[in-house]
Antibody, heavy 126, light 109 residues
Framework: QVQLLESGPGLVKPSGTLSLTCAVS?????????WSWVRQSPGKGLEWIGEIYHTGTTNYNPSLKSRVTISVDKSKTQFSLKLSSVTAADTAVYYC???????????????????WGKGTTVTVSS | SSGLTQDPAVSVALGQTVTITCQGD??????VSWFQQKPGQAPMLLIY???KRPSGIPDRFSGSSSGDTASLTITGARAEDEADYYC????????????FGAGTKVTVL
């Protein structure tokens, strides 16, 4: 059974850097999947932050791109999120998710987020 | 697709059928997923590739699409289906690879 577990500080100071790790168990990072970070501000909807492929290729939400870095550590089967220059607006529950890929003859690869971590709450406050 | 539009809220009587829609320019149905989220819980995948259900998802949940609109239908709504529902899509051609709709709050009356 594949499980994802987010970890990291629950409190970050304004202008600081938020750093989270997602530990992957029951699966290998080195296969045809993207590994994503998604967040949810209090009372709001889901916001995709970015993703990483096992090769290290990344895609980011354009609205966060200048502040986001996602990296992968295949030896530790985990991937990480860094978000710099945080403000109160970055207070949210942060989820990691597996974006599983399937090849279809008509459309090529399509992906879906089939496994999610339970989420970790990060508060930005002094 | 540059944005996915969902109705903010819908209600359904117990045992009845409700359809939630997700509209996006250039929406590609095979790339659409639907998630259910209950308070305090992580999102859960309900439908992927337009109309496929993961193992364990009841068949009262179904997906479909027409043009730029994807739909999630709950047939025979139960009290436990009261939740937020989000559509999600991957755009392989635009600058925003992955996007979520704003969500639809489903209330079961």
């Amino acid at each position: 059974q594949v499980q994802l577990l987010e970890s990291g500080p629950g409190l970050v100071k304004p202008s600081g850097t938020l750093s989270l790790t997602c530990a992957v168990s029951g699966d290998s990072i080195s296969t045809d999947k993207w590994w994503s970070w998604v967040r949810q501000s209090p009372g709001k909807g889901l916001e995709w932050i970015g993703e990483i492929y096992h090769t290290g290729t990344t895609n980011y939400n354009p609205s966060l791109k200048s502040r986001v870095t996602i990296s992968v550590d295949k030896s530790k089967t985990q991937f990480s999120l860094k978000l710099s220059s945080v403000t109160a607006a970055d207070t949210a529950v942060y989820y990691c998710a597996r974006d599983y890929g399937v090849y279809d003859l008509n459309v090529g690869y399509y992906y879906y987020m089939d496994v999610w971590g339970k989420g970790t709450t990060v508060t930005v406050s002094s | 697709s540059s944005g996915l539009t969902q109705d903010p809220a819908v209600s359904v009587a117990l045992g009845q059928t409700v359809t939630i829609t997700c509209q996006g320019d250039g929406l590609r149905s095979m790339f659409v997923s639907w998630f259910q989220q209950k308070p305090g819980q992580a999102p859960m995948l309900l439908i992927y590739a337009k109309n496929k259900r993961p193992s364990g998802i009841p068949d009262r949940f179904s997906g479909s699409s027409s043009g730029d609109t994807a739909s999630l239908t709950i047939t025979g709504a139960r009290a436990e289906d009261e939740a937020d529902y989000y559509c999600n899509s991957r755009d392989s051609t635009g600058n925003h690879p992955v996007i979520f709709g704003a969500g639809t709050k489903v209330t079961v009356l």
